[in-house]
């Protein structure tokens, strides 16, 4: 009875760890496939931070500032309405949970981005932009190094550390050359990423 016993929970342990590495397994692949938004969000991110950089290293004409302006805008509308359309489009698949796991996380990076403009705005009754640009990168370096943890993927960690001491080396500076370590981060933290993924997706099609 004992070895029956003993066997039934070989088996459970032996059935449950097939069946999360078959989740990371899929996770993974799910994630190749959903590296263009590493690349949309990275790239339209990238160049509201360097864009920032330039405004305030070079001299534009009122025309040029208003370009800037008018791209930045259509690039987020742009991102946000092709991510609703690739998160809901209609042949997408079910969701697994290691999925809706990383979907949360970076749920959460985004309640707790908002929440520190709110905490400011309570406690010193503005917004320090200085704080706020290394604060929102320490956020999303610790969203991008959970997500490698969810997934197992050590690249994906290296680049959320980075990401991170990007954001400590920033702080050291004034605002304009943090956006300028921000635009870096966002180079290696997404669009790189981003890329390599897209790259292996292509490679598996």
Known sequence: METQETGIENFDERESLRVITEMIAVSRKKLRHDGILFIVWGWALFYSSFSGYLKEEILFSNL????????????????????????????????????????????????????????????????NFELQHPIFMVVIAFAVVVSGVILRYGFMIGMGILFGLLAYAGSFFELHTQMLAESVAWFFGFILPGHILFARKTKEA
């Open 64 to 127: 040029q500032y208003r370009l800037f302006h008018y791209m930045e805008y259509f690039l987020m509308i742009f991102v946000f309405g092709f991510t609703l359309w690739y998160l809901f489009r209609k042949d997408r698949k079910t969701s697994t949970y290691i999925g809706l796991s990383l979907r949360w996380v970076w749920f959460s990076a985004f309640f707790c981005m908002v929440l520190i403009n709110l905490i400011q705005a309570n406690v010193v009754h503005k917004i």
